[in-house]
């Protein structure tokens, strides 16, 4: 686990905003990280925002998006998995990510 003090229930008590933004800003780290040329750090922003998209399935209020969060996970590990380092393909998943949630969808980027 890369969030070692974040448990499934500490996780849960997280509002949605809080948890896409911090999702979020994971892709944005691997963003940065691409922008860098530091494929450590991209792999771990991938790794860490995957970790995240788990604890989010596991949390009984989305429910009714799981089909989504699990979408997007396994689209952050196939990009973690390839080791993609295009920064659009990132935009776009950030985008999607806040497109998700009412409390979120409205962010300007």
């Known amino acids: 686990m890369l969030h070692k003090t974040l448990t499934q229930g500490k996780w ?3 509002s ?4 896409i933004l911090s999702i979020g800003a994971e892709v944005g ?3 940065n990280a691409i922008a860098k040329d ?5 792999s771990n922003s991938y ?3 995957i970790e995240l998209l788990e604890l989010t399935a596991g949390d ?3 429910k009714s998006k799981l089909k989504e969060i699990l ?7 196939w990009l973690w998995i390839t080791q993609n380092t295009n920064k659009d393909i990132c935009y776009t998943l ?7 949630s009412p409390t979120t969808y409205k962010i300007k980027i």
């Open 47 to 49: 790794l860490r925002g």
């Open 29 to 31: 780290r691997a963003k």
């Open 38 to 42: 530091d494929q450590k750090e991209t």
């Open 60 to 62: 009984k209020k989305w």
């Open 94 to 100: 950030y985008r999607t990510l806040l497109d998700i």
């Open 16 to 19: 949605t905003m809080q948890q």
């Open 71 to 77: 979408y997007l996970k396994e689209y952050l590990a």
């Open 12 to 14: 849960d008590t997280y």
